[in-house]
Each structure stands twice: as structure tokens, then as C-alpha cells.
């Protein structure tokens, strides 16, 4: 079982609609980053939480730390959110990443 | 948010030839930084982590004299790729984090660095 798991792994909506990304993740993962990948390939750190709800904009990535589970929530989503979702937790001892496989989102006009 | 520059953005080179990428915090002073590697449609993979002053710590499976590193200053590491072959094509993306081992410490990603080896 991977440490990270991230579903669903293909998402496609229309545009304006919201948007759940799951993440659940094993013991001994303190923190939980949600990144985003575009097509060029370039990654871009959307959030690091280890408790609570954060919200940017239209994102909102929340976190249960009973339930090691952490959601990214995309609201009116549109065109350009299209990109790789990733979550990858960060151990409590140490720094490295564990990188789940990543949700791959097409949004659609 | 804090900013992290990779270069080159692409290269293509011979196979035999030694490629050196480049990985810059411009904003922020990073004592540690990571150097991943993806493939296509997968996820990334670490392949060594640097702190700066110190040798890198390389990750299972990953030659390190084949892969150089060095973190000679809290905003720059280099990734040399030495006698390059085709299977070290990849994409190369660089990530930065600052001083602290709290929870409220992110790490940034650069841009990536695509390496094709003919």
C-alpha cells in the first residue's frame, strides 16, 4: 500500500463545476502538500497543511488528521485548472516527500 | 511565494556529453535542496536531497557519480548529469526548502529542466 494515495487519478468536469480531490495517507506523514502540474511541466506548491483548512482563492485544501485525509476543493472551476493535482505527504521525521500518483483534471468550457 | 529558478529549461546533447543544471531560490536562502526526476505520466522521483556546505545524500538506486550535486550556497545547487546516455532523458525539477524542521516549513518546485540525451 503506498503511503500517499490519491483518487480519483482522471477527473474530467465542466466548467463551473466544484471540484473534490482526495488524498489519504499512512502514519508518520505530518504534513500534506498540494501541488499542481501543467502540461509544460513546471509545478507550483498550492498549499502545506498539517491541520485545518486553508483556502486561496478558488482552492480550499482541508485536513483531518484523525482520518489522515486531506481534500482540495477547486469552486467555479474553468479551463485553465486543468493540470495535474498532486498531494505528497511529508514525514515527521525528516523532509523528503512522498508523492502520490497524482489526479489528472481536464475542466472543459 | 518564494520563487525557484531552474536553467537550462531545455537541453538536448549528445550522448557522452556532461550536462549542469542549474537551481536558484531567488528570494529566500535554502539550506536544504531536493533533485527529483520524472518520467512521463509518473510521479516524481527523489533522487538525492542537498544541504548546503554538505555532501548530497542520494537515494537508493541513484549513482552518485553519475549524478554530481553540489550546494556550494544557500541559493544555488548544481545537478550534473555526467556521460549522458538516451535513458537519462527525463524531466529534472529542483526543489527548495528554507531553515527549520517545523511543519510550517514548504518546500517551493522550480520550473523543470528537460534533458534530451540523442
Known amino acids: 500500500k503506498n503511503e500517499v494515495e490519491q483518487s480519483p487519478q482522471n477527473l474530467t468536469a465542466q466548467e463551473g463545476e466544484f471540484i473534490t480531490i482526495n488524498c489519504s495517507y499512512s502514519?508518520?506523514?505530518?504534513?500534506l502538500h498540494w501541488l499542481q502540474q501543467h502540461p509544460g511541466g513546471g509545478i507550483v506548491s498550492l498549499f502545506m497543511?498539517?491541520?485545518g483548512k486553508k483556502k486561496h482563492g478558488r482552492l480550499i485544501a482541508t485536513i483531518n488528521i484523525q482520518e489522515k485525509h486531506s481534500s482540495l476543493h477547486i469552486t467555479a472551476s474553468h479551463p485553465r485548472d486543468s493540470a495535474v493535482y498532486i498531494c505528497a505527504g511529508r514525514k515527521t521525521s525528516g523532509s523528503r516527500l512522498t508523492f502520490g500518483e497524482g489526479t489528472q483534471l481536464t475542466v472543459n468550457p | 511565494g518564494a520563487v525557484v529558478s531552474q536553467h537550462p529549461s531545455w537541453v538536448i546533447c549528445k550522448s557522452g556529453t556532461s550536462v549542469k543544471i542549474e537551481c536558484r531560490s531567488l528570494?529566500?536562502?535554502?539550506?536544504?535542496m531536493f533533485w527529483y526526476r520524472q518520467f512521463p505520466k509518473q510521479s516524481l522521483m527523489l533522487m538525492a536531497t542537498?544541504?548546503?556546505?554538505?555532501?548530497?545524500?542520494?537515494e537508493q538506486g541513484v549513482e552518485k557519480d553519475k549524478f554530481l550535486i553540489n550546494h556550494a550556497s544557500l541559493t544555488l545547487s548544481t545537478l550534473t548529469v555526467t556521460s549522458a546516455h538516451p535513458e537519462d532523458s527525463s524531466f529534472y525539477i529542483c526543489s527548495a526548502r528554507s531553515g527549520g524542521t517545523g511543519a510550517g516549513e514548504t518546500q517551493y518546485f522550480g520550473p523543470g529542466t528537460r534533458l534530451l540525451v540523442l
Open positions: 502514519v508518520g506523514i505530518s504534513a
Open positions: 497543511l498539517s491541520s
Open positions: 542537498s544541504n548546503e556546505g554538505s555532501k548530497a545524500t542520494y
Open positions: 528570494d529566500f536562502q535554502a539550506t536544504t
